[in-house]
């Protein structure tokens, strides 16, 4: 089992950057797909980006693509999001998840993850 905790959300103007951290603990974290989601406000929760447990490969939802880089460190057990160029559209609640998974793989889909942190506010002015 995994826990995760999300860090690094703020205020910022349209244009600004911000990177999030997710921070693990457990056992084979190293091993565990990852990914990062997002929630806006009456809306329902999305893909942002994910990540093979190697961290060789990469994945993007279009709106985002250009924009945020998904990263790992596994000597210490987290991963990052680097938000540039940022959007009011932007503006939601972050989310790091991790799947308990032995194969190098990519994940875009909620229903696929099996751990999630509280996630961290990200707040966009226009």
């Known amino acids: 089992q995994v826990q995760l905790v999300e860090s690094g959300g703020g205020l910022v103007q349209a244009g600004g950057s911000l990177r999030l951290s997710c921070a693990a603990s457990?056992?084979?974290?190293?091993?565990?797909?990852m990914g990062w989601f997002r929630q806006a406000p009456g809306k329902d929760r999305e893909f942002v980006a994910a990540i093979t447990w190697s961290g060789g490969n990469t994945y993007y939802a279009d709106s985002v693509k250009g924009r945020f880089t998904i990263s790992r460190d596994n000597a210490k057990n987290t991963v990052s999001l680097q938000m540039n160029s940022l959007k009011p559209e932007d503006t939601a609640v972050y989310y790091c998840?991790?799947?308990?998974?032995?194969?190098?793989?990519?994940?875009?889909?909620?229903?696929?993850?099996?751990?999630w942190g509280q996630g961290t506010q990200v707040t966009v002015s226009s």
């Open positions: 457990g056992r084979t974290f190293s091993h565990y797909p």
């Open positions: 998840a991790a799947r308990r998974s032995t194969l190098a793989s990519i994940h875009i889909y909620e229903y696929e993850y099996d751990y």
